[in-house]
């Protein structure tokens, strides 16, 4: 169609970049949280340029095909579809990454995850990390970027998360192991310095789903109080980490409080909590104990005396990474 005008025929001519974009900004006011944006990068997607030549060439000619697709997409935007799933990429922590309605679109607050299981890797040191759940390799391929001498293991329970995240790995060119498996069943006896998990965390009847259902629910729902996969993660993960190995926990703005408690009453040692870039409690960081901080303060500091593995533990509040977006909605 012409873009331009409410009907028309099919020609060569009809379709401008600038009019296409006048035409999805049209369609996707009230739809989509930010019509422009939405609108360029689609039509950018669609006619595989940058978006900053939708921006500068307005008057370029897109051929009828090209326009129909984008006619296609906006719609499917305009009905709730995600943006990420549109254009098949959603960039988390500078890595292009490819996703599919398989796995959950990586979110800005994960990144602070990626900030603080870094913050506790040494630089040049090698070191074991295990993300656990690792949906479309988000965590794990920008551990392993940063810290190339890391040994990184991901698992995930299901098999179409790990071909995404898998090619993500080959396309990025990142050497991750990645492993089926529901939470540590397929890694008996394998040891880790620092395990890092965004589990399911949302409860089963939270009103958040309804802006969710694109997305996979393996991957969102954590039971009735929104806990089953922290708690299957606290009691597995003790099994799982090296003397003074870590374990970071990503959970929802909500949750903070009976996580805590939770984690205490099954032997861990609160080593920080840090808040999002929204203000959300959102990462806890986690030492084994054997009961209650004070023994684990004995037990690290033994563990220092001999060889540690982890040796620059930082604490800190906050993450000082000028990322994200300012809302989360869980
Ligand atoms: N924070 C996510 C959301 O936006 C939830 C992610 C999760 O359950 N791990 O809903």
Known sequence: MVHGKPTGPITQTGDTVGGLVAWAVRELTGASPSPLLDAELLIAFVT?????????????????????????????????????????????????????????????ETELLVDE?????????????????????????????ARPEASVTATDVSPAALTVARANAERLRLAVRFVESSWFAALAGERFDVIVCNPPYVASDDHA????????????????????????????ARDHLNDGGLLLLEHGHDQRAALVALAESLGWALVAVHTDLAGHARVLVLERGRGGARAARDERD???????????????????????RQKSPQ
Do not use: M, N, W
């Open 117 to 145: 299981t870094l913050a506790h890797l040494p630089r040049g040191e090698a070191c074991a990390v295990l993300d656990l759940g690792t949906g479309s390799g988000a965590i794990a391929l920008a551990v392993k970027r």
């Open 302 to 324: 033994r563990d220092r005396a001999t060889a540690p593995r982890v040796t620059s533990i930082q604490k800190h509040s906050k993450s000082s990474a000028p990322r994200g």
């Open 48 to 108: 595989g340029q940058p978006r900053s030549s939708v921006l500068a060439f307005p008057e370029r000619p897109v051929r009828t095909a090209l326009g129909d697709e984008v006619e296609r997409l906006v719609q499917r935007r305009a009905r709730g579809e995600p943006l990420a799933y549109l254009v098949r990429g959603q960039e988390f922590y500078s890595l292009a990454l490819r996703v599919t309605p398989a796995v959950l679109i990586p979110r800005p």
């Open 209 to 236: 789903f309804a802006a969710l259902a694109y997305e996979p629910r393996l991957a969102l729902d954590g039971g009735a109080d929104g806990l089953d996969s922290l708690r299957a993660v606290l009691a597995g």
